[in-house]
């Protein structure tokens, strides 16, 4: 919120406890890898079991509930893995992937615990649309080293214990719709797998 405050946009979270406190059950979570070929349908399953048909009728009777519009499933997996956003694109059927959600995991592969405040925000964002800014499969290392140059304290360049240390930079900031202010070096960076 923070941040926010520093583009001029107001912000504000309400949290629902969608499970009341209760672990859902289910039968093996996948790890996930960073590879881009994760299962991006827990949001759906998560629904399911929660007794919602589907995605869609599970974010319009959340919506009416909590009189909210922008909805976002957090999960927490009790497991190792790197965490990842399950976002809406183009293409997509809307009745299956419309509520989005992220995927966070006890522990990093490796053995560091998770998530921290900063693994969270920066999953958040990439449901509005940020970009990562380090290496990935659809990241290159060119832009990786750019990305430093420009974006030091990006929070999509990198990952801080000290949330206070990281910040929404220009790039960001536009991707997400905070700074209307398109720079040419913007586009540069676009992941070869991105979808608006």
Partial sequence: MQQAESWNVALSFQNHGLTAGEAIVVPAISKGTGSGKERVDWVRQIVRELGYCNAKKAYRKIQKKYGIDNIQLILFAHAEGT????????????KKFLLEGILLYQQYTGGSTMPTAAVIAHELLHLYGAWDLYPTYAQTSDRYAKAIELYPNDIMLRVDF????????????????WNEQEEAVFEWFRPADFKR
């Fill in 83 to 94: 965490s990842y956003a399950m976002r809406f694109a183009k293409g997509m059927r809307k």
């Fill in 162 to 177: 000290r949330l206070e240390t990281l910040q929404i930079g220009r790039l960001t900031a536009w991707l997400i719709g």
